[in-house]
């Protein structure tokens, strides 16, 4: 499986998350309190979010961060390019 398609993967996962969020999220406001599942819960569905985006990245290192030479360009570098 590629990157982009571990990626697609996992946004399905969390779109699928989203109504079990809302409910809790939902009973939170009725309670007037934060439950610790609601931050659990939530918690895991941002890490996922940024695991997506990890995915991304390293399937766009790996088709556009390579330069002739065989030497791997990094992509977010903030050191100048080399003159």
């Known amino acids: ?9 996992l946004v ?3 779109e699928s998350k989203i109504g079990f969020l809302r409910t ?14 609601f931050q659990v819960e939530l918690k895991n569905f941002v890490e996922n979010l940024r695991s997506v985006l990890d995915y991304c990245a390293r399937g766009l ?4 961060g390579k330069v002739e030479g065989g030497e791997s ?10 003159e």
Request: glycine letters at 0%; charged letters at 20%.
């Open 1 to 9: 499986m590629s990157y982009f398609e571990d990626a697609h993967t």
């Open 12 to 14: 399905n996962h969390c």
């Open 24 to 37: 809790l999220h939902a009973q939170c406001l009725a309670d007037q309190a934060i439950k610790p599942e």
């Open 61 to 64: 290192f790996d088709k556009y």
């Open 73 to 82: 360009q990094n992509l977010l570098s903030v050191r100048q390019a080399r």
